[in-house]
């Protein structure tokens, strides 16, 4: 069956950083674009960003832009997220996630997800 383990966040300095990575198994994780969610305490789930089938296509909510990095490997079947320059705002459960449609692009809404990470959670503070 599909499933998404993560590994990797923890606790980091306002302006530190953090990598979070996400193994993949039970599908065939190249033809499927993935994305970064996360979520603070007493928040709706918020979309980080998102990577293409390929890996040449990325895009980002502002709050994380020029700090965060998606990236994937498809032959490790593995997808990353790099947090750098880290703000206390940044604390949350974050998730990778596997569109559903194995023809869409990256996408920004929860409902168009199938299938979720466990959660890793990312702490800043000093």
């Known amino acids: 069956q599909v499933q998404l383990v993560q590994s990797g966040g923890g606790l980091a300095q306002p302006g530190g950083s953090l990598s979070v990575a996400c193994a993949a198994s039970?599908?065939?994780?190249?033809?499927?674009?993935m994305g970064w969610f996360r979520q603070a305490p007493g928040k709706e789930r918020e979309f980080v960003g998102g990577?293409?089938?390929?890996?040449?296509?990325?895009r980002y909510t502002d709050s994380v832009k020029g700090r965060f990095t998606i990236s994937r490997d498809n032959a490790k079947m593995t997808l990353y997220l790099q947090m750098n320059n880290l703000k206390p705002e940044d604390t949350a459960l974050y998730f990778c996630?596997?569109?559903?449609?194995?023809?869409?692009?990256?996408?920004?809404?929860?409902?168009?997800?199938?299938?979720w990470g466990q959660g890793t959670q990312a702490t800043v503070s000093a």
């Open positions: 990577i293409n089938q390929e890996g040449s296509f990325t």
């Open positions: 039970g599908f065939t994780f190249s033809d499927y674009a």
């Open positions: 996630a596997k569109v559903t449609d194995s023809r869409a692009g990256t996408r920004e809404m929860p409902y168009s997800y199938d299938a």
